[in-house]
């Protein structure tokens, strides 16, 4: 079979080996099924949207652009057999590389990543598998969207250059935007990997689920037992958004307790990385692998065609933390990530300043769910904010905050020094003056 065309229909049998390296417990289930079903996989090169609110994108047979999947003129196979998911999406999986789905705030030059699906990890299954219902969704439209790799990635230094813009454009040819923001990295780095004679080697695979399928997970008594562990999957990954309101709460308490609502901005931030600490949402970290974008011909676009004349072309992209393991995530306020913005205090000009009661705000919080005798104990995030150390880093000193210079930083994170050897030329040193490290929150694992 070509698994290597923009979209191809699949039996069972077809790809039961490729989902067995995937995802073994799922393909075991599905083995004494044999279902008859199609099944379609989906490619896509990195950048591009997935779907919206809307509706899914479907890559043409040519691999020449896409169409939603609910236009008019869809094919009638398609439309057949993933016509359920026309409002929302069909069931699916992915495949290969991931997904990031992410917020766009054009208006303030941000993303805010919400999830990142890696290979094996179901999608849609939450919408999918309720109870038919007339009431009208609760979500709001027009938000969350999806892109093959991941769309909150930006260069640590910066490339605000035009002289080593225009080297770039008459290296690869004319680009759409000069990149004035972090924001708009994103597009330089699709546009870096279009015109790359690698292009083609960097695919998001997802896999779709027929309607067949899905009616038969609802409503065959055989298919039990693929019925209950989709189920089990789908209330795992709710586990966070099911006790939110009791997070909401808790905060609430914590910040009248403490008179903590001098600065709702920071209150916000202050509460969204204690949700990165339990891995509820991602953080910022470098990346050292294509699992989320083309690094090493994004990288060697940077040093080579553009020109970075001193600094390595580190990449920051989204990264969950894990309060077990050993990789450190951040959270910097100048990119604020945060899923909520209150206005900001007008009295604190200075990002020093932020950093500073930020930290003020942190501490009040922690002192609160560590209490033994207190409502956050024997939680995950007692468990995580007694086993992590968190750091506030900027590249200015200051006696009163003692903030950790980007320096130390990178002495402890070798992955901020990750570049392909043949992605360099002379600029080797880090870029430890960026934007990134003015004002930033690190989460490490307490040793």
């Known amino acids: 079979m070509d698994f290597d065309k923009s979209i191809v229909k699949f039996s069972w049998q077809d790809i039961r ?31 591009e949207m997935i779907g919206d609110d809307l509706s899914q994108f479907i890559p043409h047979d040519d691999g020449k652009g896409f169409y939603r999947l609910t236009d008019e003129n869809a094919p009638s196979d398609i439309v057949k057999h993933l016509g359920y998911g026309k409002n929302s999406a069909p069931l699916g999986m992915v495949l290969n590389k991931s997904i990031e789905f992410f917020v766009d705030l054009p208006q303030k030059a941000l993303t805010i990543p919400i999830r990142i699906a890696t290979a094996g990890e179901f999608y849609n299954f939450s919408r999918i598998l309720s109870i038919p219902s007339n009431r009208k969704p609760f979500a709001p439209n027009g938000l969350l969207k999806a892109t093959a790799g991941a769309r909150t990635v930006f260069s640590l230094p910066y490339l605000t250059c035009q002289t080593s813009f225009n080297r770039l454009e008459s290296n690869i040819g004319m680009l759409s935007k000069y990149p004035v923001s972090q924001y708009e990295h994103f597009q330089l780095f699709k546009e870096i990997t279009n015109r790359s004679q690698n292009k083609d080697q960097w695919r998001m695979q997802l896999l779709y689920f027929s309607e067949e399928w899905v009616e038969n997970i609802l409503n065959n008594k ?57 891995g509820a949402f991602p953080g910022l970290s ?19 065609l553009y020109g970075l004349k001193k600094h390595m072309p580190s990449i920051i992209g989204p990264e969950y933390f894990d309060y077990l393991g050993n990789k450190p995530t951040y959270y910097p306020l100048q990119y ?20 500073g009661e930020l930290k003020t705000i942190l501490q009040r919080f922690l002192l609160e769910i560590k209490r033994e005798d207190g409502i956050w104990y024997d939680t995950i995030l007692q468990d995580a904010v007694q086993s992590i150390r968190i750091d506030y880093i900027h590249n200015n000193y200051n006696h009163k905050i003692d903030p950790i210079s980007p320096e130390k930083i990178i002495e402890r994170d070798p992955r901020f020094l990750y570049v392909n050897k043949k992605c360099l030329r002379n600029n080797d040193q880090p870029a430890t003056e960026a934007n990134f490290f003015r004002g930033c929150i690190g989460l490490t694992k307490n040793i």
């Open 17 to 47: 080996d490729k989902l067995y390296q995937i995802e073994p417990r799922f393909t075991e289930i599905v083995d004494g099924l044999q279902p008859l079903a199609p099944l379609y996989m989906l490619s896509f090169p990195y950048g």
């Open 222 to 278: 055989k298919w039990f037992k693929l019925s209950s562990y989709l189920y089990q999957l789908a209330w795992k990954a709710s586990d966070y958004k099911r006790n939110q309101y009791y997070y909401d709460i808790s905060y609430s308490i914590i910040q009248e307790m403490h008179n903590c609502r001098t600065n709702p901005y920071l209150n916000d931030t202050a509460r969204h990385i204690l949700d990165v600490a339990i």
């Open 286 to 304: 470098p990346l050292v692998n294509d699992e989320l974008l083309p690094l090493d011909t994004i990288q060697y676009a940077l040093s080579y």
């Open 336 to 355: 604020p990530i945060t899923r909520s913005f209150s206005p900001k205090n007008k009295n604190s000009i200075s990002m020093l300043n932020h950093l």
